[in-house]
């Protein structure tokens, strides 16, 4: 079992910058990838990056490369979502979800959530 707790979240300025972070519980969380995704009103949850277990390996959306870059910290169970140059197209609520073997897009294949954080860039 795996809890996940995101912060970080807020009200930025386009060009902004914001640092979410996905506070884990369990003992097995250095064995999990850990994704984000994000849900703006009126659609669908869309994946936005994810980290393998060991850190080694990150895979980010098409939308977001270059500008978000995800880290983990195993020692402290945490995962960070670095988001920079923000437009307001990134405004959406932000979740951290966990799950076991390789990277995947789907949210569906992830088995464990955050309750989410709201980020809202302003133009």
């Known amino acids: 079992q795996v809890r996940l707790v995101e912060s970080g979240g807020g009200l930025v300025q386009a060009g902004g910058s914001l640092r979410l972070s996905c506070a884990a519980s369990g003992r097995t969380f250095s064995r999990y990838v850990m994704g984000w995704f994000r849900q703006a009103p009126g659609k669908e949850r869309e994946f936005v990056g994810a980290?393998?277990?060991?850190?080694?390996?990150?895979y980010y959306a098409d939308s977001v490369k270059g500008r978000f870059t995800s880290s983990r910290d195993n020692a402290q169970n945490t995962v960070y979502l670095q988001m920079n140059s923000l437009k307001p197209e990134d405004t959406a609520v932000y979740y951290c979800a966990a799950k076991r073997g390789a990277i995947l897009t789907n949210w569906n294949a992830y088995d464990y959530w955050g309750q989410g954080t709201q980020v809202t860039v302003s133009s």
């Open positions: 980290i393998a277990w060991s850190g080694g390996s990150t």
